[in-house]
């Protein structure tokens, strides 16, 4: 995809960089010799401050024909705009908005951390009567529990076509990983971002098709990394750990048993590089790897993480689990796909329900009651727990109640399983695909599973 030419001016300037260090003003003089009118912008929206070393970058031209410098990973490092229409960061603050200002650098919203306002967070609410299931009901899923209640079939499932997966890639573990932050970019998960190729790359590859129409060939790195710059620019950012990071709060461990699980003030993260690869949607090893020997704790520590952008947006109308791909898909009122994500979903053992239900109820960092009257018993625990909200929690971060009694969509202790293992009856996703997928739908929502 990428056109890149030589040019005689640029690699003067390179070369003369080589020899001398230059100013902001001077190197864009360097670089617009015999061209005053046109300055390089950063992706920032600052004037490019350095001439690159020669060899580095390319000049190519983005998808409005601007002339644009990019470096060998296809990362965008310069844009040439006209000089007229420059205006400094201060002042394109207060232009934005205004008729007849041209401001091709509006900074991005940030995303989304932690929960709305206008979304009520707490324990897993109590159903009214003879509507949906009590707090007591809401199903185990977690290792050395027993399995969900079964649920009858009392529809005929719909069975659907299972796509055809592409072959396995070739790309290089950083290219892997530009493909998976633009495939999370665009809203159609990968699962955790950990540099490999896998089914639930694969599989997000053939769902973004069929939102896009368009063809996304994992061999084809360019393209990769051409898509990944015009979403957001770079894959990988450096982020500075603060204060509050390293405070936490965290725990030493999370318990198996349940009776020492209901004795923590909450199931929080047991560390910082636990959160910050939740956070940024990472494989926890994947981030101790791009960081080797680093002190997560310490504040002021600048480590490196991808950069998933925010969160998607909009009103999911349907949402269809794919038992055989192990995959949910979040349609809207027209019919188009809007986001899907891998998940785990039920098991020959416990199997999932069949056929259509519909979203009952909506709780963000849900507690969970234990209750083996109900559901199961676990160990050797024959009373009824509380077991307090966190994002270790037997649910995750997210409930989303069916109106089968004991089902529900919702996160998960651990992300790198999602699509990888079995499930106990419910829909299971990564604590953020869960929260995106909850802020998008309302009670009433069908969930409709098929095979």
């Known amino acids: 995809m990428f056109d890149f030419r030589n040019s005689g001016l640029i690699l003067l300037a390179l070369a003369a960089a080589s020899l001398v260090s230059v100013s902001a003003t001077s190197a864009q003089s360097v670089y617009n010799y015999n061209r005053s009118q046109t300055l390089l912008i950063s992706p920032e929206g600052d004037i490019l401050d350095y001439v690159p070393e020669a060899g580095e970058v390319f000049i190519s031209r983005d998808r409005m024909g601007r002339t644009v410098l990019v470096d060998r990973m296809g990362n965008l490092v310069a844009t040439e705009i006209p000089a007229e229409s420059y205006y400094p960061p201060r002042q394109r603050g207060r232009d934005r908005g205004l008729p ?235 019919g188009s796909l809007i986001a899907a994500y891998p998940a785990s979903i039920g098991s020959a053992d416990t199997p999932s329900p069949t056929g259509t239900v519909t979203i009952d109820r909506i709780a963000l960092n849900p507690g969970y009651t234990y209750n083996p009257k109900v559901n199961f018993q676990q160990g050797n625990n024959t009373q009824v727990l509380q077991i307090p909200p966190g994002p270790n929690g037997p649910v995750g971060t997210v409930w989303l109640a069916l109106s089968k009694p004991t089902y529900g969509i919702h996160g998960t202790p651990e992300p790198s399983k999602i699509g990888r293992t079995q499930s106990h009856g419910c829909i299971r996703l990564t604590n953020w695909d869960a929260t995106e997928l909850a802020k998008m739908v309302k009670p009433g929502v069908t969930v409709e599973f098929v095979e």
Do not use: C
């Not at 932690?114 to 509507?131: E, L, R």
């Not at 002190?295 to 925010?310: H, L, N």
């Open 100 to 334: 007849g200002v041209y401001d091709p650098y509006a900074e991005p919203q940030p995303a989304p951390r932690g929960w709305d306002d206008d979304v009520t967070t707490a324990s897993i609410p109590d159903a009214a009567p003879g509507a949906g299931i009590p707090q007591d009901g809401v199903p185990q899923d977690m290792p050395y529990g027993g399995p969900d209640l079964p649920a009858p079939a009392d529809t005929a499932p719909t069975r659907m076509v299972t796509p055809e997966i592409p072959v396995k890639s070739n790309l290089s573990r950083l290219e892997i990983t530009a493909l998976q932050v633009f495939l999370d970019r665009e809203g159609i998960s990968p699962g955790v971002i950990d540099g490999k190729m896998g089914q639930n790359v694969n599989k997000a590859i053939v769902a973004w098709e069929q939102m896009t129409g368009e063809t996304l060939d994992p061999n084809n790195a360019d393209d990769i990394l051409e898509r990944l710059r015009l979403s957001g620019g770079l894959a990988i950012k450096s982020y500075t750990i603060t204060a509050g990071d390293a405070a936490g709060p965290f725990v030493a461990s999370i318990p198996d048993d349940y009776a020492h699980k209901a004795q923590l003030p909450a199931m929080s993260y047991t560390s910082t590089v636990e959160m910050l690869a939740e956070r940024f949607h990472m494989d926890e090893a994947y981030l101790r790897e791009l960081n080797p020997g680093v002190d997560f704790s310490i504040p002021g520590t600048i480590i490196k993480v991808v950069e998933p952008g925010p969160a998607k947006k909009g009103n999911v109308a349907r949402i269809v689990a794919n038992k055989g791909l192990k995959q949910v898909f979040a349609y809207g009122e027209d």
